[in-house]
């Protein structure tokens, strides 16, 4: 198992993409980026103050705040910006970070938007979510427009296009209601077992709902955010009582999506962008480079301090924090985890602690050979009485980990969550090494050294 774990830990460690093909189809079964995730400081990108568009800050609620927080990481997340950070700053600002952002332009004006939902009347015409349509509601009206015919002797012929022939005008569709006719919305299950979003719309919306779903049974109504369809449901009968429910082929996860993109599609707090500026990277590759070397000089001075002080246990425990150093690098691009400097910083002071485990453990270890213990017997002895001092000092710096990645989550202290939880893992995965890698090797080493013979090797 530690050899199998080794071997994948290097695959992931020296890949930057990981893809294995479906031998049944011309799919695959996994194709991920596991690319190293780089912080603001270390790469640089955009950063971006955001402020509530109203007249009165006092007047906006925390709660709301954090809802638009959250629908704004959402979009610059579908923008494909990776590791974007976002804190509430104050009554009404916001924060972001957009690490490595390559199009600062398309990120602001995504920012700005006011995330408009809206109903949209499309007829007997389906259309697939993702499309991209024109709605009446940017004219300001949402009621059925009126044709007006044009007088000949003022009708505009339209300007052909290159190849001579006549451009078509884009279609526009009507806008029945939007977002804010609606008063709440679940994820439910009909008396099939199939998952449905349930909405509840507001008392003076209800009869517009009504009337419009009456004349219009069988056609589509489609659900349109910031004017792409998400979804496009048939009416089936009319929704009277201002309640109804959006079925289909829907997952769990396909309802719990639609439903937060029903409920908060329209951001509860308008927002302005007043002030956004593109950083460089603070630290740079130099710092890079110099924290890597840090933590290289690092593990290297422990290797040799082990392997002299604790002579073949030692040189089986430098193995492990070989191993140590695979699986964390390793869980880094899984999970992925942003490595800020702070963070490699985290991870650097995780290698001196990764042995601590070892040391009281090898210390154990040998005053139980002195005792004149069996090599076995000394081995399971030193550590299960090891194993208190091992389990309560690892059990603090945890704690200790918990605290400050909660109190990372307040502004301005967004560093300490990196540090936090690069440490955390560090002690979780030297934990692992120590108590199953060090002791497995131990263990195998037993079966080809005898004690007598060599009592140096231990450090006797």
Known sequence: MIVLLIVFSLWIDLSKSVTIPNPLNDTDLVNRNVDTKLGLDLRGGLQTLLEADVNDCASVSSDDLQVTRQILESRANALGVSEVVMQ????????????????????VASLQQTGLLEFVDMGSTPVPAGTAVLTDHDQGTTTAPVPTPTPASDAVTPTPNPDGSTPVEPQVYHTVMT????????????????????????????????????????????????KNVISAPVIKSEISGGSGVISGSFTQADANTLTIQLRYGSLPVPVKVVESRTVGPTLGEE??????LAGAIGLVVVI???????????ILADLALVTYALISFMLFKLIPVTLTLPGIAGFILSIGMAVDANVLIFERLKEELRAGRTLRQAIDLGWNRAWPSIRDSNSSTLITCVILYLFGNTFGASMVKGFSINLALGVLVSLFTAIIVTRTFLHLALDTVKLDEHPNWFGL
Do not use: W
């Open 88 to 107: 509430v700053a104050g009554n009404c600002r916001i924060v972001a970070e957009f690490p490595g952002v390559s199009n600062p332009e398309e990120v």
């Open 179 to 226: 977002g804010a006719a609606l008063d709440s919305v679940s994820v439910t299950q009909s008396q099939l077992g199939e998952y449905q979003v349930s909405f509840v719309l507001k008392p003076d919306q209800a009869k517009v709902f009504a009337d419009f779903t009456r004349d219009h049974v069988n056609q589509y109504l489609a659900i349109v955010l910031d």
């Open 287 to 292: 710092s890079v480079r110099k924290s890597v």
């Open 304 to 314: 040799i301090f082990m392997a002299l002080y604790y002579r073949l246990p030692g």
